[in-house]
Structure formats: C-alpha cells, structure tokens
C-alpha cells in the first residue's frame, strides 16, 4: 500500500471523534418510532428505555471506534472466530460380525479290508470215478449247505435237454454211525414217482422210480435225501448217486459223487 496514502488514513482515523450527541438523538428517536417496536425483541421492550438507550450507544460507540482503528490499519476488520461447533458424538454401535457356521467337514469313515473272498468254483468238482454227463443227462451230487454236525441232506441236481420216459434214481448213503433217514423230497410230482428207502450193503439207500407212462420234462430237477448221523462234519467221501434214463429209444445214464459244503 501506497505510504503515503496509510498515513492519511492512520491520521483521519486519530483526529476521528465520533458525535455522541447526534448517535444518541438517533437512537432516542429509533426507540421511539412505533413502526420498529415490533422489532424489538422482548427481553428489551421489558427493560427501560434509557437503559436501552445507553446499551445501543455504547455498542455503536465501541463499533465505530473499532472500525476507524481498522481502517487506520489498512485492513478490513477480522471477524471474530466462531466458537466451534459442540458436536455431540452418535452412539457407537458395536459392529455385529457375523460368522457363518463351519460347514461339517466331511467325515471319513475308515473301515477295515474289504474280506477277502475266497473264490470257489461255483460246481463241485465230481470224483475221479464219475460219469456227470450222458446223452440228454447232466448231473451234480453236493451236500446241502444248511447241514449240522447232526443232521445233513444230500441233493443231486439233474438236468435233462430231452424228456424222459424213464428215470431211476438212486442216492446211497454210507452207513458211517449212526445214519437214519428223517425224509426225502423232489422237485418233481410226488405221484410221478415211487420212492423206497432202505439199508443195502452198508448203506441207506434213496430210490426214485418213474411210474409207467409218465414223462420227466426238459428242465432241471433235484431229488434229496436227509438223514442224521453221529456227531460231527458229515463225510461225503463214501456216499455217491447213480441215474438211469431213457429218452426217444436211446439209453443214458451219469453217476457220482458228493461234493462237501464249502
């Protein structure tokens, strides 16, 4: 700023005296004009008026001696720093985490070797001595699977590709100890066949006889004998079946004997 220009200021600003006379005639006649009344907050129209009075010029008094030591300054007056903002802080809220669940793991279940499974041929092996097929025929001896160191049943298994117009049977049990027959049963109609039961040179002896004019079928049968006998694992190295046939003119017939229960 120009210095000679803030010297005129700084003086105009020293032989500055403001007209007290004049400020309070005109605060006089503000307060008595009716039309501002209205104006005037409550807490002032209770006070009296030449209290009133003297605040007002007091106020200006002091504002226009403050705005002439500004302006002798060269500056624009510095409005006062407004008194900050009580700020009054919102609740907290926790924040809520949320965890999800584990998902189960997956439980593994150890189990033990799968057994072992010893591999047998799914037919009895005949002995040497035999004769399992002939013909239309083909024959299996075994023993029964539910047999006891009590009681057993030996089945034989015959299958024929031609119908038969004959057929004898014969299962023969070896007296070992003990050996009685409790009962025998076919596949085949009772009343097909004649069925005897008998001891015969050391043996119980199981026979089927087909009637006259009756016909065994194409298929597969089974003739069963059962019977106790001493106590203990059945030995079938004695026992053995013999089957004779006849079918369209011709002759046939197998034989063998019975696998044990594996």
Same mark, same amino acid.
């Given at each position: 700023?120009?210095?000679?220009?803030?010297?005129?200021?700084?003086?105009?600003?020293?032989?500055?005296?403001?007209?007290?006379?004049?400020?309070?005639?005109?605060?006089?006649?503000?307060?008595?004009?009716?039309?501002?009344?209205?104006?005037?907050?409550?807490?002032?129209?209770?006070?009296?008026?030449?209290?009133?009075?003297?605040?007002?010029?007091?106020?200006?008094?002091?504002?226009?001696?403050?705005?002439?030591?500004?302006?002798?300054?060269?500056?624009?007056?510095?409005?006062?720093?407004?008194?900050?903002?009580?700020?009054?802080? *919102?609740? $907290? #809220?926790?924040? +809520?985490?949320?965890?999800?669940?584990?998902?189960? /793991? &997956?439980?593994?279940?150890? %189990?033990? =070797?799968?057994?072992?499974?010893?591999?047998?041929?799914?037919?009895?092996?005949?002995?040497?001595?035999?004769?399992?097929?002939?013909?239309?025929?083909?024959?299996?001896?075994?023993?029964?699977?539910?047999?006891?160191?009590?009681?057993?049943?030996?089945?034989?298994?015959?299958?024929?590709?031609?119908?038969?117009? *004959?057929? $004898? #049977?014969?299962? +023969?049990?070896?007296?070992?100890?003990?050996?009685? /027959? &409790?009962?025998?049963?076919? %596949?085949? =109609?009772?009343?097909?066949?004649?069925?005897?039961?008998?001891?015969?040179?050391?043996?119980?002896?199981?026979?089927?006889?087909?009637?006259?004019?009756?016909?065994?079928?194409?298929?597969?049968?089974?003739?069963?004998?059962?019977?106790?006998?001493?106590?203990?694992?059945?030995?079938?190295?004695?026992?053995?079946?013999?089957?004779?046939?006849?079918?369209?003119?011709?002759?046939?017939?197998?034989?063998?004997?019975?696998?044990?229960?594996?």
């Amino acid at each position: 700023m120009n210095e000679e220009i803030k010297r005129q200021l700084q003086e105009a600003a020293e032989a500055h005296e403001p007209n007290r006379a004049r400020i309070l005639a005109r605060v006089e006649r503000g307060v008595a004009d009716p039309s501002l009344r209205h104006r005037t907050p409550s807490v002032a129209r209770s006070w009296p008026r030449a209290a009133v009075v003297a605040v007002i010029a007091a106020a200006i008094l002091a504002t226009g001696g403050l705005a002439a030591a500004v302006a002798a300054m060269g500056g624009a007056p510095t409005p006062p720093a407004t008194a900050p903002k009580h700020t009054v802080p *919102s609740p $907290t #809220v926790p924040s +809520r985490t949320v965890t999800s669940a584990p998902t189960p /793991s &997956t439980r593994t279940t150890t %189990t033990g =070797p799968a057994p072992t499974t010893t591999s047998h041929s799914t037919r009895p092996t005949p002995p040497a001595d035999s004769r399992i097929k002939d013909g239309p025929l083909w024959s299996e001896g075994s023993l029964d699977v539910h047999s006891t160191i009590y009681w057993a049943q030996s089945n034989l298994t015959l299958k024929t590709t031609e119908p038969l117009t *004959s057929l $004898t #049977v014969e299962l +023969r049990i070896a007296q070992t100890g003990d050996v009685r /027959s &409790t009962g025998n049963w076919q %596949t085949l =109609p009772s009343d097909d066949f004649t069925v005897t039961v008998q001891e015969s040179d050391g043996a119980l002896l199981y026979r089927w006889v087909l009637k006259p004019g009756r016909t065994v079928p194409a298929a597969q049968h089974v003739f069963a004998g059962q019977y106790n006998h001493a106590t203990g694992v059945r030995k079938v190295k004695q026992d053995s079946y013999h089957v004779h046939a006849e079918s369209s003119g011709r002759s046939a017939a197998v034989w063998g004997g019975f696998a044990p229960t594996r």
